[in-house]
């Protein structure tokens, strides 16, 4: 197996190392060429994840042919509202059997098309030939070496079991999972359920609100995959709550950040130009998310405040009021 994993951001250089120390063959594209020489000279992504020590097996490169050069595997690790585009450009110069490993996290605007559903629609490729790795990845804690669990999901077990080896390490332990649609609706949604909560912090709401947005978030995600026919038991398990629950209550979540900054009161531009160009994907994933949920009648009253507020010029000091004002109802 050789590795070519696209996209040199923290994720992407995370994971990247995660492969290497895993002893699988891997090379780092990088867009910039700055990146990819001193990642290969100096053994450092210093723009995404200063002060870690990348493996000496890792490779680097900023031309695509080159990294695709005798790859088995293509991880695809490049923000999801530009995958389309960037996977159009790398197409023919991919081997039509390699498996195509997605680790963006998000519904692309427009299509309302799951990011397995982009790859195979751009690669031509069976669904099977698609994984997705997902769960709680707080790259920097990965980095760092601390240790996690994830999931690696395809339709096809073997696949994922073939990729699940290649990135087992003693610090990092990938599950496998069948059920994609859960895995990936699990992680975009999360995205936009920890903007609220990073509102609700900015405004100084303490671990109640907290754990209602989160509980209450982990049920319109799960009504959502129950609309697509995804797994119930894939919203309890690492793809589910445990993605959600590490991306909704770390200060190293670009979501949560970035809602904090809202609730303070600063303009969707303001918190952006703080993310020093990091994306935050919630904050376009809300809208194709409550676009998906509005389609086909599923009610998800967070991920619509979320979208309101980024997009609509809502007032985040009006969503605590807009949510518990809301018809009361059972839980379930």
Wanted: hydrophobic share 40%.
């Amino acid at each position: 197996m050789r590795v070519a994993v696209f996209g040199a951001g923290s994720w992407g250089t995370t994971f990247a190392k995660v492969l290497a120390d895993a002893g699988t063959s891997v090379v780092l594209w990088a867009r910039r060429r700055e990146v990819s020489e001193a990642v290969a000279e100096r053994r450092e992504n210093p723009d995404y994840l200063p002060g870690v020590t990348l493996p000496a097996n890792l490779e680097s490169t900023s031309d695509p042919s080159v990294a695709l050069d005798g790859a088995t595997d293509v991880v695809l690790a490049v923000p999801s509202q530009s995958l389309r585009h960037n996977l159009t450009a790398w197409r023919a110069l991919i081997d039509p059997s390699a498996t195509l490993i997605s680790l963006a996290k998000g519904v692309e605007l427009g299509t309302l098309k799951r990011m397995s559903e982009v790859i195979t629609e751009v690669m031509g490729v069976p669904q099977d030939q698609v994984a997705v790795v997902t769960g709680p990845n707080l790259a920097r804690e990965i980095a760092a070496e601390q240790p996690t669990a994830a999931v690696v999901a395809c339709t096809d077990h073997d696949r994922a079991v073939a990729v699940q080896r290649a990135c087992t390490t003693g610090y990092f332990r990938p599950y496998t999972n069948t059920d994609v649609v859960g895995c990936e609706l699990g992680g975009a949604c999360k995205n936009v359920i920890a903007l609220s909560c990073g509102m609700a912090g900015g405004l100084g709401f303490g671990d109640n609100t907290l754990a209602t947005l989160i509980t209450r978030g982990l049920a319109e995600t799960a009504r959502l995959g129950e609309a697509f026919g995804a797994d119930p038991m894939t919203f309890a398990g690492l793809a589910g709550l445990g993605d959600l629950v590490a991306t909704c209550s770390s200060p190293l979540s670009r979501n949560r950040s970035f809602g904090e900054r809202l609730g303070r009161g600063e303009t969707v531009a303001q918190a952006q130009a703080a993310a020093h160009g990091q994306v935050a994907e919630g904050v376009k994933s809300c809208s194709s998310i409550r676009e998906l949920a509005l389609r086909h009648g599923v009610e998800m009253p967070i991920t619509e405040v979320v979208h309101r507020v980024c997009h609509d010029g809502f007032d985040p000091r009006e969503m605590a009021g807009e949510l518990i004002g809301r018809r009361t109802r059972p839980e379930r």
